[in-house]
């Protein structure tokens, strides 16, 4: 935006040239307008008392805010702060080791080495952060060994992000020979302490590997669970996997529900799915016509199994009803999700669905 680059150097200049107050008001303004360099300026001044009563914790607010903007400056002056004052607080290093990992990733050095000398001290959430820097190669050399070694140290010491990562390499066979046990232990580990992703994964799992229920259980509670905090995902693959029970033993209705929740936080197999089972032989009109709705936010999602329903639809429906059902799939599209895709942040690589 070469506005609010104009508007930033304007403001550099003011702080250069000792107008501290004027200087501070425009970064407020551009830090109002979500700007981090405005953020990231206002936390110096506080940090330093440049202006301004010395504040450090107005300054970790505002290198906090550009922080989560992905602003990596914010990010190493967010972790060094935390670090210096963190007086052996295991919560305050950890949160430190989240921001020089986050730093270092987007190949911040400092961050990198203050990261790494958190480590060696056996810091269990700075290994995990380094394991998953080493396990995607992001800011440092790829090195799965390396990354597996500080995993499992992190895991061990119960980091749950640590558990995760140790379950994707595991299941997809990353620095370690592919094992679906392993796999599963580690995603347990990490679903048990409310990882909605592991819980997740580890429901697939189980649906695509029935040896493992005997030790592990049903895939269904796990994928309950992921669905009721949040996972669309979930929910769609939890549907397609009671679909799968003999037909006395479905609960439609549940079903029904499940591809509901999914669809509406905008996955097209999940819309596809729902249109289907709405479209029934004795389906009335009503009905028909919501599956339309649905089946046309699949296709302008690009579905091409929805394209195909659509035209078979067309055939069913006259004119009049498929213009009510265009205005519905508006209404749809408008309408806030029930909940969206879950997400846990600093994580690397997501299965696919």
């Known amino acids: 935006d070469p506005g609010a680059r104009a508007a930033f150097n304007d403001a550099v200049a003011l702080y250069k040239a000792g107008q501290l107050g004027k200087a501070q008001a425009a970064f407020e303004a551009l830090a109002s307008g979500g700007d981090p360099r405005g953020e990231f300026a206002l936390a110096v001044m506080h940090e330093h008392g440049q202006g ?22 914010a990010q190493l002056n967010l ?37 790494e000398g958190l480590a060696k001290r056996g810091v269990p959430a700075a290994r995990a952060g380094l394991g998953r820097l080493h396990l ?11 990354a597996l070694g500080m995993l499992e140290s992190a895991a061990h010491a119960g980091v749950r992000d640590a558990a995760y990562n140790l379950g994707v390499m595991h299941e997809v066979g990353i620095g370690v020979e592919r094992d679906a046990r392993s796999a599963a232990i580690w995603y347990r580990e990490a679903a048990r302490a409310a990882d909605v992703t592991a819980g997740y994964n ?12 005997e030790e592990f259980g049903s895939p269904e509670p796990w994928l309950a669970e992921a669905a009721a905090r949040g996972d669309a995902r979930a929910a769609h693959a939890l549907a397609l996997w009671l679909e799968q029970r003999p037909l006395s ?18 996955k097209p197999a999940a819309q596809v ?35 195909a329903n659509l035209r078979r639809l067309d055939a069913l429906l006259a004119v009049s009803a498929r213009e009510r059902a265009r205005e519905r799939a508006r209404e749809l599209l408008d309408a806030p999700p029930d909940f969206v895709p879950a997400t846990t942040d600093g994580l690397a690589g997501r299965l696919a669905d």
Do not use: C
């Open 52 to 73: 301004v009563p010395r504040d450090l914790e107005q300054a970790k607010a505002h290198y906090r805010r550009a922080a989560e903007r992905g602003y990596v400056k």
């Open 79 to 115: 972790g060094l702060l935390l670090e210096a004052e963190s007086a052996g607080r295991a919560e305050l290093v950890a949160e430190a080791a989240h921001w020089f990992t986050a730093a270092a990733a987007l190949g911040q050095r400092d961050a990198l080495l203050r990261l």
């Open 136 to 146: 995607t190669g992001s800011g440092v050399a790829k090195d799965p060994g390396m």
């Open 202 to 213: 580890l429901g697939l799992l189980l649906a695509r590997a029935p040896e493992l229920t």
């Open 249 to 266: 033993m479905v609960d439609a209705t549940r079903v029904l529900s499940l591809y509901e929740l999914a669809a509406r936080a905008g």
């Open 273 to 307: 799915n729902l249109a289907y089972l709405l479209a029934h032989p004795d389906s009335d009109d009503a009905q028909l016509e919501l599956a339309y709705a649905w089946t046309l936010l699949a296709v302008e999602a690009g579905s091409n199994v929805a394209e």
